[in-house]
């Protein structure tokens, strides 16, 4: 993975400024930057962000989480909003559908006080189809309806639960994305005032865990993909699909399924499909922390399961080391 470097733009710098913003959508508001005016004094897996108001960025996170990733995301459901057009639906991401965001990671001021920082975090999250070439509106979480991107912030204890408004312009989306963003909103007299603006570099897709699987339930084909994640160091858990390795930690390697783990034996479970007699087997691989597999199992009981199928890009645990 590409080591990221983080540049924070003064404010004054960043007033002078005019970065747009971008995000995908069906109501485009303008063409975007393109991604070499985006990444003038940036190498890509670059970003660089400035935060004005009550709450200002001073400098890169220097801690040992990730301080940025570009990645498949859920986009999730808000509150109806009080003009009566309503919330968002919920849209599940896949690696190669989206929708996605990113996640920026920054050191925090309150004040001019030098020793009180705090780690502080903005998510850009683009909305279901977002493309490239286009400019698009950005929202707050609450705001935000079906369709639209938002920006969330987090850092000491506040967030972006006010009025404002802002742009997201996409460069490049896929494999790499570049894009930039700003929003303005709140009231400086109230002390809740927000500017928010930065860009981003040809930041490298992190991909999912995911699980692509086939089930015919009485002879009836259900096709189904899923977001995949070790629970803990021997169990690999989808909202549906769950794999229980024997001992302590998951090993690679070619092991019977059953229901219960065992010496050389994988349990397989299904939550919407419980108390079946399950047969199968699962061939796991281990690639550096990636891990995939292939499986086939069969269940009997109250109804009659096949089930074969894959999953890929599933992020190990320091215990798989």
Do not use: K
């Not at 899923?226 to 092991?255: C, H, K, Y």
């Amino acid at each position: 993975m590409t080591t990221r470097r983080f540049i924070l733009v003064p404010a004054i710098v960043a007033a002078a400024l005019g970065l747009l913003v971008a995000c995908g959508g069906d109501e485009n508001r303008g063409s975007s930057a393109s991604t070499a005016d985006i990444g003038q004094g940036l190498a890509p897996g670059e970003f660089e962000i400035d935060i004005v108001g009550r709450v200002r960025s001073v400098g890169p996170y220097s801690g040992d989480r990730v301080r940025l990733r570009y990645s498949p995301s859920t986009y999730g459901s808000s509150r109806e909003r009080r003009d009566g057009t309503g919330g968002r639906e919920r849209v599940v991401a896949t690696n190669d559908e989206g929708p996605y965001s990113l996640m920026m990671r920054m050191d925090l001021q309150r004040g001019d006080e030098e020793p009180d920082r705090e780690t502080g975090h903005v998510t850009i999250q683009l909305p279901p189809g977002a493309r490239a070439g286009q400019t698009y509106p950005l929202e707050t979480f609450a705001r935000a309806r079906h369709g639209e991107a938002f920006v969330q912030f987090g850092g000491y204890g506040q967030s972006l639960n006010i009025g404002g408004s802002g742009t997201i312009s996409i460069a490049e989306i896929g494999e790499r994305l570049s894009l930039q963003f700003e929003f303005s909103g709140g009231d400086e007299a109230e002390g809740n005032y927000r500017h928010i603006r930065g860009r981003a570099y040809q930041i490298p897709l992190t991909r999912n865990g995911e699980a692509h699987y086939q089930l015919l339930v009485d002879g009836q084909r259900e096709d189904r993909v899923e977001f995949m994640r070790f629970r803990n160091d021997w169990s690999i858990q989808g909202p549906e699909l769950s794999f229980d390795f024997p001992g302590d930690v998951a090993r690679p390697g070619t092991f019977q399924l059953a229901n219960r783990r065992g010496p050389g034996v994988v349990s397989v479970s299904l939550q919407n499909h419980r108390g079946l007699d399950f047969s199968g087997s699962i061939d796991v691989v281990q690639d550096g922390e990636i891990w995939s597999a292939t499986f086939e199992f069969e269940g009997e009981g109250d109804v009659s399961i096949r089930g074969q199928g894959s999953f890929d890009h599933l992020q190990g645990r320091p215990a798989h080391r």
